[in-house]
């Protein structure tokens, strides 16, 4: 199969996910009579699980789609990066950037986050990598 059916089909694929209606958040968690603020990593998870449909592209510890959340947070962390203005379109791409153009389609999604949405969005990314490169 040639780079450009591929391309497309990867890009049909992302546009058909990214158009799923998203689940509602929550703020607290209620455990019996007992409410439960989430932590920025749980709004986060959420939002990578949920809404953001993250996941449809990227795996913790391997590349898929798009680069591992280990892969993105180690190039991040080596080169300084800001997540977050990448994610705001205000930054170039650093990692693999060269497929810039797949991920380019979930902006649509993205450009409606909170700035406490995309904080939340990096600190859980960079919490689940950094458990797995701790011994």
């Known amino acids: 199969m040639s780079i450009k059916p591929l391309l497309l089909m990867l890009l049909s694929l992302s546009l058909f996910v990214a158009c799923q209606p998203a689940k509602k958040e929550r703020e607290t ?26 996941f449809t592209c990227h795996l913790t510890d391997k590349k898929s789609i798009g680069p591992s959340l280990d892969k993105i947070m ?14 705001k379109q205000d930054a170039e791409p650093i990692v693999e950037p060269e497929n810039y153009a797949v991920m380019k389609t979930n902006f649509a999604i993205i450009k409606h986050f909170s700035e406490e949405e995309l ?12 458990k797995k490169s701790t011994p």
């Open 29 to 54: 968690i209620t455990i019996g009579k007992k409410s439960t603020s989430r932590t920025a990593f749980d709004k986060g998870k959420e939002i990578f699980m949920g809404k953001g449909r993250c």
């Open 74 to 87: 180690q190039v991040y962390n080596e080169q300084n990066g800001n997540l977050i203005a990448f994610l």
């Open 119 to 130: 904080s939340n969005l990096e600190t859980y990314m960079k919490q689940v990598s950094a």
